[in-house]
């Protein structure tokens, strides 16, 4: 904090070089019989070398090179209540930030006017100056309104001066020590340093560290990298530490203007004055008292008194004419409880006012953050009224003193402060406000918290996201979208950038909401997968011979079985699968695995893509899986498939695409395509020609390759080629399970077996006697029909949806009677079918379409 005007109280020397320092330094701290340390005020640094902890290491660094022991000091987090320039900064901020706003509205309010309007040639220069004028002060309020903060800057610090190595003493006998936090503010861990001879000079802007620790501190202003200016109360400071130069030294001496600070002993005396002439703890110092003003008034005092050297009677008369402050204040805020003695009443309050201000510069602790509290007199305070009570010392005693209010302040950060020095009350909600966070509104002279103001004004909350600074939106325009432009574009176009680009990002975010595929393209790509293991590869023309097949492990054989019952596996029809009143009749004609994926691989129920799967699939030029060949693999304990075929495009005569996937019973693992929104590379993506395989592969388990596999296994079972001992009784269960699913995807009614109290065996018996009756019917059926079985083409009303189609193909609900929809189901299910049929969704378009696509959005 700099007192107001505190440079005028000061000795200078100038023109001083960075090696001269060094020589200045040991001088002084052999005839102080002190450590010939220089303390940094690092916070201070951080505005004099840049906003990077970078740059404020490499100063550091450089300036130990010099041959000095440089010792940096760091403000704490939480700074102290009665800090009261901190309150007024951060108020001043909120305004700045409310005014910021309010100018961007302007703007853009002009610029519409400007884009919108009829306007002659002079008409829009006019207003073409006025919206360049505002931006510029808009600018100046958003610099303003922003307080530079580097999250744990000492700890970052630490680490940048360890890469440097500047702990280690190099060539000239320099170092930079461990950086300190202090336990309240730099300043006052900088004083006691000086005071108890740990180091002999400051560095820092601050001009108070010299004003409060006595006539023996010398500090270095501001952050120069050549020449440097020393500044001290004492002239007689500054001349011994001169006469460590060497002869041809430029540096020179200047005369303080209102040296008042010198050869005054007393802290209490120099806090006094710190006091009226402006500090942290009262920012606004007296009305038209500045340094200047002191000087002449201690001037006329020591006129005046018997001994002008007297500091004491200075002191008091000093309290006096800061009472006066305060005293009116008081007054008129009791006048009408105590009446006649409401001016011995604040005079008492008003004294208490001044010590409680004075108090909370002495009374500061000086120690490092963590340590037992030290004072800069030495000595703990016996006494402090509640306002200082977080300087107390465990034995100190605290009293009430001056009556204190708390203020509603900024951002919902509540702080105390004393009533004598002004309040108010807000119009609004009616909360108490310290002179510094009041406002008014417009023309209105009314009193209003800084949140009320700016909720009146309709200017988005701080903290809030509509509150972020247009500083802060290029910043993640650049950083977070690398939009690399951000620096040309005024305050509305990075806005309406931003809310472009952040729609994008929460739209490609959705992907991460969304399963399955487990794993990049690329996995289907490499010529062995890293995330599965291949079991062997099948050839469906073969149907299920390949249980039979010796490189098959046996103890795979219950999660093969498991994995194609699990393809046949269907739904409950009372489960729901979507939010609306009734499901679509597409979920009584998929099998449950399918349904789940499809739900996975988009952010809602995946209606489209199973409405998409069946149109592919039951296309008349979709070849069917009976004569592909696939894969079976595993991943960790669960088996599944790797099916790559031909999908044709339903739209495009001639084109055929080639999609592959990669399931178990519980995951899609990988997927691709060489369509326009298929998976491919890095990708994780379903589109609308995957699913269709997986659709196929469960028609050719209902149309022939359940029952193969179910007589494979039976002729395994009594051949002995497998060692049943080897399968747990959790195998054999499962098997049965599975046996019975897939017997009733082969056709068999199984709703009658008991499988707790039946062996595998016997259900295999079981499912063979069924079979010879379901190959009868089938032979039967491939006999013509006579012209009689037809029926009138009138008759026939309308043709299928898919839907109706696959229940009928994978035999759901009942082969000779449709259960009739919902006429407004299935005009809605029609309604939905024939938007994602025109809407384009075909892959091989050049926009990808949300139908097709995932929403997994691939990258960019």
């Given amino acids: 904090m700099t007192v107001s005007g505190g440079s005028k109280a000061f000795y200078r020397v100038v023109g001083l070089e960075r090696g001269e320092l060094p020589h200045m330094a040991r001088g002084m701290a052999a005839f102080h019989k002190s450590q010939a340390t220089i303390v940094v005020d690092c916070s201070n640094l951080m505005f004099g070398v840049g906003s990077k902890v970078k740059s404020a290491a490499e100063y550091l660094f450089e300036f130990a090179r010099s041959g000095v022991t440089i010792l940096p000091v760091c403000d704490n987090d939480v700074r102290p209540s009665v800090k009261q320039e901190t309150i007024k900064r951060r108020a001043n901020r909120e305004k700045a930030r409310s005014k910021e706003y309010l100018l961007r509205r302007e703007i853009r309010a002009l610029k519409r006017r400007l884009n919108e309007e009829a306007l002659t040639q002079q008409q829009r220069s006019e207003l073409s100056a006025a919206i360049k004028a505002k931006e510029t002060e808009r600018k100046r309020k958003e610099t303003a309104s922003h307080r530079p903060a580097i999250p744990d800057f000492a700890n970052e610090l630490e680490k940048e001066l360890d890469l440097l190595g500047a702990h280690i003493a190099n060539e000239a006998g320099g170092s930079v020590l461990k950086v300190v936090t202090a336990q309240c503010q730099a300043d006052t861990y900088m004083a006691g340093q000086i005071r108890n001879k740990l180091a002999v000079m400051v560095l820092s802007t601050d001009t108070d560290i010299p004003l409060i620790t006595g006539d ?46 010198e050869q005054v002993n007393d802290d209490r005396l120099r806090s006094l004055m710190m006091l009226i002439s402006g500090c942290d703890v009262f920012p606004s110092g007296l009305k038209n008292v500045g340094i200047t003003t002191l000087s002449k008034t201690i001037d006329e005092f020591k006129k005046a008194a018997c001994d002008p050297e007297d500091e004491t009677a200075l002191f008091e008369h000093l309290v006096e004419v800061m009472k006066k402050e305060f005293k009116p204040r008081l007054i008129e805020e009791i006048k009408e409880v105590y009446a006649d003695e409401a001016d011995a009443f604040a005079d008492v309050e008003a004294e208490e006012v001044v010590q409680a201000h004075l108090d909370a510069l002495v009374y500061e602790p000086t120690n490092k953050a963590g340590e037992e509290k030290t004072y800069l007199g030495g000595e703990p305070p016996k006494e402090l009224f509640r306002y200082c009570e977080e300087f107390a010392a465990s034995d100190t005693k605290v009293s ?23 309040h108010g009350t807000c119009a609004k909600c009616k909360h108490d406000v310290c002179t510094y966070c009041q406002a008014t509104i417009g023309m209105d002279t009314n009193t209003y918290c800084l949140l ?19 500083d802060a939106r290029r910043t993640r325009l650049i950083n977070v979208h690398q939009f690399a432009g951000a620096d040309n574009l005024d305050s509305d176009e990075v806005e309406d950038v931003l809310e472009v680009m952040d729609f994008l990002r929460d739209y490609r975010a959705q992907g991460s909401t969304v399963p399955f595929p487990l794993y990049k393209t690329e ?6 997968s890293s995330k599965w293991e291949e079991i062997a590869e099948i050839d469906f023309s073969n149907g299920g011979a390949f249980l039979a097949d010796g490189s098959i492990n046996q103890k795979h054989i219950p999660g093969i079985l498991k994995f194609f019952a699990a393809v046949a596996t269907f739904a409950s029809p009372d489960e729901k699968h979507t939010d609306w009143k009734k499901d679509g009749e597409i979920y009584d004609a998929l099998p449950k695995l399918l349904i789940d994926f499809a739900a996975k691989s988009r952010v809602d129920s995946g209606y489209r893509l199973l409405s998409r799967c069946l149109r592919h699939a039951l296309d008349s030029k979709c070849p069917s899986l009976e004569n592909k060949a696939a894969t079976l693999i595993l991943h960790g304990d669960d088996v599944g498939i790797r ?25 899609v693992l990988c997927c691709e395509c060489n369509c326009q929104c298929g998976s491919k590379a890095k990708e994780q993506i379903v589109c609308v020609h995957n699913f269709p395989l997986l659709f196929l592969l469960l028609l050719l388990l209902m149309d022939a390759l359940a029952e193969s596999m179910l007589l494979e296994f039976a002729a395994c079972m009594r051949s002995n080629i497998w060692d049943k001992t080897l399968w747990s009784a959790d195998d054999l269960k499962s098997m049965k399970q599975s046996i019975g699913t897939l017997a009733e995807a082969a056709g068999e009614d199984m709703s009658g077996v008991d499988l707790d109290n039946i062996t595998i065996e016997e259900f295999i018996d079981i499912f063979e006697t069924g079979t010879e009756g379901r190959k009868e019917w089938k032979q039967r059926c491939k006999k013509k029909p006579k012209p009689g079985d037809h029926c009138c083409i009138a008759d026939i009303g309308r043709f299928e949806s898919t839907a109706s189609e696959a229940k009928k193909r994978t035999k759901r609900r009942s082969m000779d009677v449709d259960t009739p929809m919902d006429v407004n189901t299935r005009a809605a299910e029609e309604e939905q079918e024939n938007e994602a049929a025109l809407s384009g969704e075909e892959d091989d378009t050049k926009m990808p379409n949300s139908h097709c696509h995932s929403n997994r959005v691939p990258p960019n």
């Fill in 216 to 261: 023996g501190c010398i500090s270095i202003k501001g952050f120069s990298k050549k020449n440097f200016e020393l500044v001290s109360t004492s002239k007689a400071t500054l001349e011994k530490a001169m006469t460590f130069l060497g002869a041809g030294t430029k540096a020179e001496l200047i005369a303080a203007v209102h040296p008042i600070f």
């Fill in 400 to 422: 009430r003193g001056p009556t204190i209010l708390k203020c509603k302040g900024v951002g919902g950060k509540e702080h105390n402060f004393l009533a004598a020095c002004g």
């Fill in 452 to 470: 009320c103001s700016a909720t009146e004004s309709l200017v988005p909350e701080i903290g809030s996201e509509a509150a972020e600074s247009i």
């Fill in 523 to 528: 996995e289907m790509e490499a010529t062995t």
């Fill in 643 to 667: 099916i790559n075929s031909a999908v044709p495009a339903s739209m495009r005569k001639k084109v055929v695409y080639h999609p592959g996937i990669v399931f178990t019973a519980t995951e």
